[in-house]
């Protein structure tokens, strides 16, 4: 049960590193900020933007946390579904725009768009609730995640805002928008799953 316990600490702390890293790495691997993260899948960081988001989607699919009785969704429903939802946005690049490059990886679908759109939304409200509702059911640091778990929720806030503002004004609210609203949500729920997998003397549930 150690082994195991330990195997669960690190994944968690692989997910936080991934959160903390991703934002970090396209901002100074693209040396510029794009309208989003989405949009670094159209710069020379595409491999690393999707190649972070795989592994986002195949750890979270694959994660157990803890099980409690009687409880109507669980932890491990709850990542399963933000690790599809992360797999979705990396599989199905954001819609480009009116002016379209000319690369064969660009595309200007709606649909897919929306697919992406809405996936990339839903995978950062999971992790947000995952932190919120689930890690602070923890003895230990209920406050911590409680305060990163309402963060996660007001980057994201911030970042739909962001979406719409420049969706019905043509222009961004300022220059990287969305962009710093989705990195400030990645951070904070980074932050937390890091502060999940460190050992504790005492444990904080049943499974660790």
Known sequence: MNQINLSYRNLRQ???????????????????IERSISFY???????????IL???GLILVT???????????????????????????????AKFGEDIMSLFYSHNDSLRGIIHDVSAFLFLFIMGIVVLFKFSKAKY???????????????????????????NNGEQLFNGAVFWGESFSLWS????????????NKPETTLQ
């Open 14 to 32: 692989v997910i936080g590193l991934l959160g903390i890293a991703l934002p970090i790495l396209l901002f100074v691997g693209n040396m510029g």
């Open 41 to 51: 899948y159209y710069t020379k960081m595409s491999t690393v933007f999707t190649g």
């Open 54 to 56: 795989i592994a986002f």
């Open 63 to 93: 994660y157990k946390g803890p099980e409690i009785e009687n409880e109507k969704i669980s932890e491990n429903t709850l990542t399963h579904l933000g690790g599809i939802f992360a797999l979705l946005v990396a599989l199905v690049p």
């Open 141 to 167: 640091f209920k406050k911590f995640y409680q305060i990163f778990g309402a963060l996660v929720m007001a980057g994201l806030a911030f970042t739909v805002f962001a979406y719409l503002y420049k969706v």
């Open 189 to 200: 729920f980074g932050i937390a799953w890091l502060r999940r997998g460190v050992p504790k």
